[in-house]
């Protein structure tokens, strides 16, 4: 069964259009990379998806739930949005552990999820320092370990990678491998930078004004662009490749 199935979805704002009849569908493990010019339409769809806006048409559904559900919708899915903001003063710990207990976790369990988590982001050791000691990688991984918390089927994470340097943008990398392979979520990525999703996508959707330009693996993106990199692929399909 498809983990993410999106069918002729699509938003306006008045006369704009953030999202154009986009469909795909999506199965367990997959890492989907949602590429496009700014305004393209990637971040909207994130917000369809996970719920915080409602579609002008179309319609989709995570693990067989339709996106007309948010409540339910929401026990399934996992975000690290855009530009996540954290309490500062609390621990990684205390933050993953709180999050834990709004899912509806005792005490107890709560605590062990959250180091459970914080292991496998690599934040084990400062699991007990103040989150405003931690770099930018640091905190992106802990905003992906608290999209983790309730086992989420789809995971959607928001230009994860920005502002990082390259051993934080490897780690992350990392993790979102680690994600898709051991745990078999999908993971739904969005990103400017087109060697990430060379080296860890499986699924690439290229967005161009709200509309899905190309879709497919990284090879068949490059065939029907008749491009041999990605980024000449991305060029000519958003058009993007003017003087
Ligand atoms: N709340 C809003 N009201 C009106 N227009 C909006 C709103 N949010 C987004 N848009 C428009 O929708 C289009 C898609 O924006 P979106 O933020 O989804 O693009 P994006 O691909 O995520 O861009 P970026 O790479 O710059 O983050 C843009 O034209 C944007 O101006």
């Known amino acids: 069964m498809s983990t993410l199935e999106v069918v002729r979805l699509s938003k306006r704002y008045g006369e704009r259009t953030a999202v154009d009849d986009l469909s795909f569908t999506a199965r367990q493990g997959d890492i989907i990379g949602l590429l496009g010019p700014n305004g393209a ?3 909207t769809t994130i917000r369809l998806l996970t719920t915080i806006l409602r579609p002008s048409g179309g319609s989709f559904a995570v693990a067989g739930i339709s996106g007309d559900h948010p409540a339910q919708i929401r026990q399934r899915i996992g975000v690290l949005p855009e530009s996540a903001g954290y309490p500062g003063r609390q621990t990684g710990r205390d933050y993953l552990r709180y999050a834990a207990r709004l899912f509806g976790r005792d005490r107890r369990d709560a605590g062990a999820a959250a180091d459970r988590l914080l292991a496998e982001v690599g934040l084990g050791e400062r699991a007990g320092s103040r989150i405003s000691t931690y770099s930018r990688g640091m905190r992106q991984r802990l905003g ?8 989420p089927v789809v995971v959607f994470l928001d230009e994860p990678t920005l502002g990082l340097d390259p051993a934080g943008q490897r780690e992350i990398l990392a993790t979102v491998e680690l994600i898709a392979q051991q745990r ?4 739904v990525l969005s990103t400017h930078t087109l060697t990430e999703v060379e080296q860890i996508c499986n699924t690439v959707l290229i967005l161009d004004h709200g509309r899905l330009r190309a ?4 090879a068949d993106v490059l065939t029907a662009a008749g491009t041999t990199s990605l980024g000449d692929a991305f060029l000519s399909l958003t058009g993007e490749n003017r003087p």
Do not use: H
């Open 41 to 43: 339409g990637k971040t």
């Open 215 to 218: 879709a497919g693996s990284v």
């Open 184 to 187: 078999g979520a999908t993971v």
């Open 144 to 151: 992906i370990a608290r999209a983790l918390i309730n086992e």
